[in-house]
């Protein structure tokens, strides 16, 4: 494999890459970021919330600018981020969702991101790193990203 992949804890340290992506309420992708699989996702999250490619319009109080993230991401850096970024941030601290899911108060915010997931695995050469250079990776998954886009905006 080329840059920008590393050792895959989950998968017996065979080399692989992560990919951060941002989506909207709808789960169209905002932004994506790759890099090695052993690399933590909140070390990643500054480049994600830059990679958004158009311009945010400014958050007020009628109508904040949420930013849900997962229990990766409880540390005191990513909420400095969110703060500097204008997002209202909800994340889940350790042991938190556990406890939530036991009581059922809240449904979980994050199935949007994990479904646009699914939607980008669905182009094959995207599941599976085929393209050695992480420039080339990085515009398949920006294609792909556009193709899902289009599909939000002009169904059918």
């Known amino acids: 494999m080329g840059k920008e992949t590393g050792p895959n804890p989950a998968d017996r340290g065979k080399r692989g890459v992560k990919r951060l992506l941002l989506t909207d309420r709808r789960g169209v992708p905002l932004g994506v970021v790759i890099d090695g699989a052993n690399r933590n996702d909140h070390l990643l999250m500054q480049q994600t919330l830059a990679a958004i490619p158009v311009r945010r319009p400014k958050p007020t109080r009628r109508r904040p600018q949420p930013l849900c993230l997962d229990k990766g991401f409880d540390y005191d850096e990513p909420r400095a981020l969110a703060e500097a970024f ?3 941030l909800h994340l889940r ?15 979980a915010r994050r199935w949007v991101v ?4 699914s939607w980008l695995n ?11 250079k992480p420039a ?10 556009g193709l899902i886009t289009r599909r939000h905006v002009l169904p059918g």
């Open 86 to 88: 204008g997002f209202t």
């Open 93 to 107: 601290r350790r042991g938190e969702e556990a406890w939530a899911k036991r009581h059922a108060r809240a449904k």
């Open 114 to 117: 994990e479904r646009t997931h």
């Open 122 to 132: 669905r182009f094959r050469s995207i599941l599976i790193r085929w393209a050695k």
């Open 136 to 145: 080339n990776y990085l515009a398949l998954l920006h294609f792909a990203c």
